[in-house]
């Protein structure tokens, strides 16, 4: 099947046939892939992706385009090893997209403030090429970025693009280089948070990392005045089927692959320790 076909497919349940066009290693268990799929979608939104004989997996796209598709993933198991391997010319199976992602179009007239950890700035990436797209619909961009170490560091390329454009923070938990690398500051991602200058004034907050880096952001964002409604994360749980049949996903009555993985806090916060 044509790629483009796609863009107007209305039924997102049957798979397509994908082309890598890129392989790119981010880190040592960390690539990106760059696909010929053209695929409608909302930052923060995910696809199903296979490789017939091994498996299928839930994967963030962290991209916005109406050329290509972005997939960043993580080696943790059968099938992302198996991806691993794959390069371009080679091909995979997609459907989708699924799932509740950022509306943008809300938060228009708004500062943004887009907080990130380790693989969850993935997503993320897909709202600030959102955003790049779209710059006279938002005001100032605050950028905060964590990862463990400076070998963890994700799209260093786009890092030093972004350090132009918008007010970014890059922060490592630990330097095992000893050295100064990639404007990266020593510590916590909340330990930056907690010493900006930022105000909840006229301001919406994009999280997305480990749950309890997550939970601590949070702390940190409500000490400095920011309410619920302002607040928006993407929940991670297993996602089998993507279309709420499998129920491994479920938090409460909700479904991660349906209602999220994009929620606004005040609409899962009683669900958070689940």
Known sequence: MNPDVLMENKNPYIPVKCRIVEWKRESPDNFTITLDLRLKHEPGQFV???????????????????????????EVGNMTS??????????????????????????????????????????????????????????????FLGYR?????????????WRKKYHLTVTIDENVHGEFCYNAKTGFITDALKNSSIDNGNKVVFICGPPIMMNYVIQVLKEKGFNDDQIFISAERLMYCA????????????FTCIDGPVFRYDEVKEYEND
């Open 48 to 74: 199903q992706v296979s490789i017939p004989g091994i498996g299928e997996c839930p994967i963030s796209i962290c991209s916005y385009s109406e050329e290509h598709l972005k997939l960043n993933i993580r």
């Open 82 to 143: 198996a991806m691993a391997k794959l390069r371009k010319g080679d091909s995979l199976f997609v459907r989708g997209p699924y799932g509740n992602g950022y509306k943008m179009g809300q938060f228009r007239n708004n500062n943004l403030i887009i907080i990130g950890g380790g693989c969850g700035v993935a997503p993320l990436k897909g709202v600030i090429e959102y955003v790049e797209r779209h710059r006279d619909d938002y005001k100032d961009v605050h950028l």
């Open 149 to 161: 170490s400076p070998d963890n560091i994700l799209f260093k390329e786009e890092l030093a693009e």
């Open 243 to 254: 279309f709420g049949a499998c129920c491994h996903c479920m938090i409460r009555g909700k």
